[in-house]
T-cell receptor
Framework: KAGVTQTPRYLIKTRGQQVTLSCSPISGHRSVSWYQQTPGQGLQFLFEYFSETQRNKGNFPGRFSGRQFSNSRSEMNVSTLELGDSALYLC?????????????FGQGTRLTVV | AQSVTQLDSQVPVFEEAPVELRCNYSSSVSVYLFWYVQYPNQGLQLLLKYLSGSTLVKGINGFEAEFNKSQTSFHLRKPSVHISDTAEYFCAVTTSGSARQLTFGSGTQLTVLP
């Protein structure tokens, strides 16, 4: 099975721009979660999607949004980029089921805002 | 709400020596605990998890962890480390029984010295 694929791996954007990151989960996985990793704040949960619906959301401003498609691929969007949005964005996929206990992570997209 | 504290931000250790990475959690309900490893410029890989049952959990690469409910701890141990174990280690918790929304500790950088 192919793993979780995140594209692009690296991205440089200018303050004020917007950006879209993509995540393709493991085949058969319908849940996709997104995390932001920064040196100062560590790993923080952004949101989770299941069957094209956002089920949980972390404590991030509305500039951070996401969506999931019928094939379970997910995108996250950050609008009006700020310098503080520079981070590694990680996507994780997991199998459906309340008692699912393993999340598989992609290699991440490193976003640099200049 | 739950939280995780990793008591050591950096742990240097000589090759073939034992190591313990400490993790304490806080939660008012039952928890499920995980240890992940992150190599440079990579995503997270699951080392081991505690869901229920035996408090001593064995994982990949020779790692093990012990769940201690009275001390609210889940320390990670390895009896003999290798250079290749150099990485950042994250302890994570969820109370929902699902790995879709994890709360992570701040991470411990393990550096194995020759």
């Amino acid at each position: 099975k192919a793993g979780v694929t995140q594209t692009p791996r690296y991205l440089i954007k200018t303050r004020g721009q917007q950006v879209t990151l993509s995540c393709s989960p493991i085949s058969g996985h319908r849940s996709v979660s997104w995390y932001q990793q920064t040196p100062g704040q560590g790993l923080q949960f952004l949101f989770e999607y299941f069957s094209e619906t956002q089920r949980n959301k972390g404590n991030f401003p509305g500039r951070f949004s996401g969506r999931q498609f019928s094939n379970s691929r997910s995108e996250m969007n950050v609008s009006t980029l700020e310098l503080g949005d520079s981070a590694l964005y990680l996507c994780a996929s997991s199998e459906p089921g309340q008692m699912n206990t393993e999340a598989f992570f992609g290699q991440g997209t490193r976003l640099t805002v200049v | 709400a739950q939280s995780v504290t990793q008591l050591d931000s950096q742990v240097p250790v000589f090759e073939e020596a034992p190591v313990e990475l400490r993790c304490n959690y806080s939660s008012s309900v039952s928890v499920y605990l995980f240890w992940y490893v992150q190599y440079p410029n990579q995503g997270l890989q699951l080392l081991l998890k505690y869901l229920s049952g035996s408090t001593l959990v064995k994982g990949i690469n020779g790692f093990e962890a012990e769940f201690n409910k009275s001390q609210t701890s889940f320390h990670l141990r390895k009896p003999s480390v290798h250079i290749s174990d150099t990485a950042e280690y994250f302890c994570a918790v969820t109370t929902s029984g699902s790995a879709r929304q994890l709360t992570f500790g701040s991470g411990t950088q393990l550096t194995v010295l020759p």
